[in-house]
């Protein structure tokens, strides 16, 4: 992995990835999370661009485009908590993710925490890759949950799917 002049840019063949906020294209993250996440869908635009302002954002770029974006939410001291994570689909199957997860581990803006964290209903092997393991005290942690979400009557983003196997530990 090819570090790039300053510290936030990595490369890796025709990919880059850069926590540059600039760079960001605000429409392909926020069309993806609405129409395509289980956790953001009908996410309104302004709460996405509240979001990310207060994150530390990392997005995957090809060729100049964004292809990919991650986001960190963190007080930069003892936690953080990685979500809205993805890759289009036509840039998957190229070790993206795990590079994306790599370069985010890797950041020293990132260090010396406490606790990492992050909540996934299917990509449970991508970040075993990173060191993730499931919740050794889950009866510990505790959440407060909005009467609605984004659209109203619609599932839990996070609930296994009708006929699922529970994930792997």
Do not use: C
């Not at 990685?82 to 985010?104: A, N, T, Y």
């Not at 990492?116 to 993730?132: C, E, I, K, N, V």
């Not at 050794?136 to 839990?156: C, F, I, N, T």
């Amino acid at each position: 992995m090819e570090r790039m002049n300053d510290s936030t840019s990595f490369r890796r063949g025709a990919y880059e990835i850069s926590t540059e906020r600039a760079r960001l294209d605000l429409a392909v993250i926020h069309h993806w999370l609405e129409q395509s996440s289980y956790w953001a869908a009908g996410i309104p635009l302004p709460t996405l661009r509240r979001a990310i302002q207060n994150s530390l954002p990392f997005g995957i770029y090809h060729d100049g485009a964004l292809v990919g974006f991650a986001r960190v939410i963190t007080d930069y001291a003892t936690f953080a908590y990685v979500g809205d994570v993805f890759v289009l689909e036509e840039h998957r199957g190229k070790g993206l993710s795990k590079w994306l997860m790599e370069v985010i581990a890797e950041d020293s803006r990132l260090e010396g925490f406490r606790r990492w964290m992050l909540a996934t209903r299917d990509a449970h092997g991508l970040y075993a890759q990173s060191g993730f393991v499931p919740l050794s005290q889950a009866s510990r942690w505790m959440e407060k949950r909005p009467l609605k979400g984004y659209v109203e009557g619609a599932p839990d983003p996070l609930a296994a799917p009708p006929g699922s196997a529970p994930p792997p530990r």
